[in-house]
């Protein structure tokens, strides 16, 4: 079973990024310190877990926020921006900051108790375990003589 991305405003985002060049209206300066920004993940399932791994360069440890709830995973947090400008030569920042929350729905396997996460390198990792199924019970039935 493969976990799915929630991402209620991509295609609202997508519309914000398209709209000048619909009316004709230059964009050379936008307001980055502003936007959120959505970190890129990666998601397998092994026989025994679900890893995910989420390139979170330049957000520190304690501005990470992991959270699951009624079968639903949320990364929070916040990188920290930094402010440039030049204006002679016009200078353009790519680079997003600001606050971020990527939600996933986890199935009814996973052990939300036992979830581990770290972050090393600008890439947070964590491991959900899976709940170890019940294995059947036989229940010998006796015949009344």
Same mark, same amino acid.
């Given at each position: 079973?493969?976990?799915?991305?929630?991402?209620?405003?991509?295609?609202?985002?997508?519309?914000?990024?398209?709209?000048?060049?619909?009316?004709?209206?230059?964009?050379?300066?936008?307001?980055?310190?502003?936007?959120?920004?959505?970190?890129?993940?990666?998601?397998?399932?092994?026989?025994?877990?679900?890893?995910?791994?989420?390139?979170?360069?330049?957000?520190?440890? *304690?501005? &990470?926020?992991?959270?699951?709830?009624? =079968? $639903? #995973?949320? !990364?929070?947090?916040?990188?920290?921006?930094?402010?440039?400008?030049?204006?002679?030569?016009?200078?353009?920042?790519?680079?997003?900051?600001?606050?971020?929350?990527?939600?996933?729905?986890?199935?009814?396997?996973?052990?939300? *108790?036992? &979830?581990?996460?770290?972050?090393?390198? =600008? $890439? #947070?990792? !964590?491991?959900?375990?899976?709940?170890?199924?019940?294995?059947?019970?036989?229940?010998?039935?006796?015949?009344?003589?």
């Amino acid at each position: 079973m493969a976990i799915q991305t929630y991402r209620p405003l991509s295609l609202f985002d997508r519309l914000q990024q398209e709209a000048p060049s619909l009316f004709n209206v230059p964009s050379l300066e936008s307001n980055f310190d502003t936007e959120e920004w959505s970190p890129a993940v990666d998601i397998t399932e092994t026989e025994n877990e679900f890893v995910i791994h989420a390139d979170l360069p330049g957000v520190k440890p *304690d501005d &990470i926020d992991v959270t699951a709830e009624s =079968g $639903v #995973l949320t !990364l929070r947090g916040e990188r920290e921006s930094r402010k440039e400008e030049e204006k002679d030569n016009y200078k353009r920042i790519e680079r997003f900051s600001g606050s971020f929350m990527r939600r996933f729905t986890l199935p009814d396997t996973a052990d939300l *108790d036992k &979830i581990a996460a770290k972050t090393k390198d =600008g $890439v #947070l990792d !964590l491991t959900i375990p899976k709940i170890e199924k019940a294995k059947p019970k036989l229940i010998k039935v006796k015949v009344d003589k």
